[in-house]
């Protein structure tokens, strides 16, 4: 099992361009969760989905976040317009709706760095 | 609400064990799990315990729970330098399908 898998591993760009952010959950689970994590405020959870349907996206910054599921085996994190702010390390995990243990499996991360 | 706090910084010496604490604030939880960060990677699931249990072991980590308290424990025995890392406690409240972590606890081991 090759894990959850996250494309690019490092993302560099210009304040004001769109940056999207790839995930490939593990095979067969059916939950999905956007984390980003900063030394100010840590781990945060952003959206998470549920066969392949937004359940909670109140963690969203704002409207320039937006993310996507359109199947089991792909979803997009995007930021448009990107700005410095926005520079971390964003998480992709996935786990499989089996309550009531809700292990997740954490991909390595997208360090985006914003200038 | 929901809240899970740990402190932010332990330094232990090698062999020495290492405690990590940390406070949840929702009792419906069912299990209450520990992560491991290491540099450079994802969230790892280190352990978990039932809400039922007061202790866990599992060779050189030991959970205890209090749930009077709302209290959790991590105890890692023999410290050793590969234990250095970012110890994340986290709690799954009834009817969410999301796990709510703490900041984080770095954990320093020195020679």
């Known amino acids: 099992d090759a894990g959850v898998i996250q494309s690019p591993r490092h993302e560099v760009t210009e304040m004001g361009q769109e940056v999207t952010l790839r995930c490939k959950p593990i095979?067969?689970?059916?939950?999905l969760f956007w984390y980003r994590q900063t030394m100010m405020r840590g781990l945060e959870l952003l959206i998470y989905?549920?066969?392949?349907?937004?359940?909670?996206d109140s963690g969203m910054p704002e409207d320039r976040f937006s993310a996507k599921m359109p199947n089991a085996s792909f979803s997009t994190l995007k930021i448009q317009p990107s700005e410095p702010r926005d520079s971390a390390v964003y998480f992709c995990a996935s786990s499989f709706r089996r309550l009531p243990l809700g292990e997740q499996y954490f991909g390595p991360g997208t360090r985006l760095t914003v200038t | 609400g929901e809240d899970v706090e740990q402190s932010l910084f332990l330094s232990v010496r090698e062999g020495d064990s290492s405690v990590i604490n940390c406070t949840y604030t929702?009792?419906?939880?069912?299990?209450l799990y520990w992560y491991k960060q290491e540099p450079g990677a994802g969230l790892q699931l280190l352990t978990y315990?039932?809400?039922?249990?007061d202790m866990k072991q599992d060779q050189r980590l030991t959970v205890l729970l209090n749930k009077k308290d709302k209290h959790l424990s991590l105890r890692i025995a023999d410290t050793q330098t590969g234990d250095s890392a970012i110890y994340f406690c986290a709690e799954s409240p009834v009817g969410y399908n999301k796990l709510i972590f703490g900041a984080g606890t770095r954990l320093a081991v020195h020679p």
């Open positions: 929702d009792s419906s939880s069912t299990y």
């Open positions: 095979s067969g689970h059916n939950s």
């Open positions: 989905f549920n066969n392949n349907v937004p359940i909670d």
């Open positions: 315990i039932f809400s039922n249990m």
